[in-house]
Nanobody, 120 residues
Framework: QVHLVESGGGLVQAGGSLRLSCAASGSSFTINRMAWYRQAPGKERELVAAITSGDSTDYADSVKGRFTISRDNAKNTVFLQMDSLKPEDTAVYYC??????????????WGQGTQVTVSS
């Protein structure tokens, strides 16, 4: 069982910045991958950025050059630095983690989400 707690969301004007963080606790196994997803009203949840335990990263095209994901493996914490925010970035942002306690088994955990609102 892994518990994910997000923080850092809020209301900002277009062009502003926010830094999200997600701390994972409750697991004795390595978290192989952590990611940020977001979901706007009426839309499906989408991947924003992901990072593996080896620090390989992946970004949605819509946020490349503006968002940066990073990870502190020792503290099981992932961050999302969001710069040059746009109104279309408005969504609930969810932290996600993958754990593989044994071969052939992958368990996915989700945080409860944090609201990011970008005003025009």
């Amino acid at each position: 069982q892994v518990h994910l707690v997000e923080s850092g969301g809020g209301l900002v004007q277009a062009g502003g910045s926010l830094r999200l963080s997600c701390a994972a606790s409750g697991s004795s196994f390595t978290i192989n991958r952590m990611a940020w997803y977001r979901q706007a009203p009426g839309k499906e949840r989408e991947l924003v950025a992901a990072i593996t335990s080896g620090d390989s990263t992946d970004y949605a095209d819509s946020v490349k050059g503006r968002f940066t994901i990073s990870r502190d493996n020792a503290k099981n914490t992932v961050f999302l630095q969001m710069d040059s925010l746009k109104p279309e970035d408005t969504a609930v942002y969810y932290c996600n983690a993958w754990v593989s306690p044994k071969a052939g088994i992958q368990i996915t955990y989700w945080g409860q989400g944090t609201q990011v609102t970008v005003s025009s």
